[in-house]
């Protein structure tokens, strides 16, 4: 069973230019989470998609920055109009849709974005 | 909403010996509490996690321990090992909340150094 897919890994824009990041959750995931993790500090919450819905953006800033999960395909992070301040790395977690199966978060490996 | 403190920033034990370290949260709802290590450029990986209807868990070298009073949980890992050395991130989460939302919460991360 895969595990979950961001691409790409690493991701140069200079400023001003459009980021798009991709992930695909786990086989048998429809619940996705964004993450971002600036340098030398923790994972912070952006936003939760479920299949065509967004869950909870209250993690998002208010400008700039859009996801979606349609429905057919991976998920999708948009940053609009990139800054220096958006460099970070970029997780995508899934989970299952059964909220009974008990099972944790299961991170990609990242996207790394560095602006110029 | 949530948030999440972890005690020590850093932390540096000889081989063999054992390390603690120490989150408290605060919001009283959260009951899933998912303990990641990271390693440089690596994706957070799950090590162990505890549910709030449990005191303590334990793997192998790797325990759990929670105190739903006073909302502190800590990472035990004993016989440490070279391997060991990464960044420990601790996290919470209110699993079953509305609409599945179990976005997690992060403490700030420990580095922890095996000196060999």
């Known amino acids: 069973n895969a595990g979950v897919m961001q691409n790409p890994r690493h991701l140069v824009r200079r400023r001003g230019q459009e980021a798009r990041l991709r992930c695909s959750p786990m086989?048998?995931?429809?619940?996705v989470y964004w993450y971002r993790q600036l340098p030398e500090e923790g994972l912070k919450f952006m936003v939760y998609l479920q299949k065509e819905n967004i869950i909870d953006e209250s993690g998002m800033p208010k400008e700039r920055f859009s996801a979606e999960f349609p429905k057919e395909g991976p998920s999708i992070l948009r940053i609009q109009q990139v800054v220096r301040g958006d460099s970070a790395a970029y997780f995508c977690a899934s989970s299952p849709t059964d909220r009974d199966s008990n099972q944790p978060q299961h991170f990609g490996d990242g996207t790394r974005l560095s602006i110029l | 909403g949530e948030n999440v403190e972890q005690h020590p920033s850093t932390l540096s034990v000889q081989e063999g010996d054992s390390a603690v370290i120490k989150c408290t949260y605060s919001?009283?709802?959260?009951?899933?509490f998912p303990w990641y290590k990271q390693e440089l450029g690596k994706r957070p990986q799950l090590i162990i996690d505890?549910?709030?209807?449990?005191g303590e868990k334990k793997d192998q070298r790797i325990a759990v321990t929670l105190n739903k009073t006073a909302k502190h949980f800590s990472l035990h890992i004993t016989e440490t090992q070279p391997e060991d050395s990464a960044v420990y991130f601790c996290?919470?989460?209110?699993?079953?909340?509305?609409?599945?939302?179990?976005?997690?919460?992060f403490g700030t991360g420990t580095r922890l150094t095996i000196i060999p």
């Open positions: 505890i549910r709030s209807n449990v």
């Open positions: 996290a919470a989460s209110n699993a079953w909340s509305n609409f599945g939302n179990e976005k997690l919460t």
């Open positions: 086989k048998g995931h429809s619940h």
């Open positions: 919001d009283s709802a959260s009951n899933y």
